[in-house]
Nanobody, 123 residues
């Protein structure tokens, strides 16, 4: 089993930056794809970014492309989401996910999920 714990969320002004972390435990995730998702109040959970097990492949939602960067440190069993130029519409609960399959997959295909961390961007 894989347990995922997100951290780094908080309140930030528009234009600011935050870095989210997702620490995995239970087993190594160095051979797992990892992803970040978000859910705003009243909306469905949506994909944000994902990364291959090696880190060589990344994939972003159009809404965050050029502003967010996903990375991973397999030695620390941790994946990161650097969020720059934040906008009020980025406000959401952010979730980390892991799966042994490919890093481009539908939300329902991700097998392991964290509890999430709140990100609030004020205007």
């Amino acid at each position: 089993q894989v347990q995922l714990v997100e951290s780094g969320g908080g309140l930030v002004q528009a234009g600011g930056s935050l870095r989210l972390s997702c620490a995995a435990s239970g087993r190594t995730v160095s051979d797992y794809s990892m992803g970040w998702f978000r859910q705003a109040p009243g909306k469905e959970r949506e994909f944000v970014a994902s990364i291959s097990w090696s880190g060589s492949g990344t994939y972003y939602a159009d809404s965050v492309k050029g502003r967010f960067i996903i990375s991973r440190d397999n030695a620390k069993n941790t994946v990161y989401l650097q969020m720059n130029s934040l906008k009020p519409e980025d406000t959401a609960y952010y979730y980390c996910a892991a799966d042994r399959g490919g890093f481009v997959r539908t939300i329902s295909q991700w097998g392991y999920w964290g509890q999430g961390t709140q990100v609030t961007v004020s205007s």
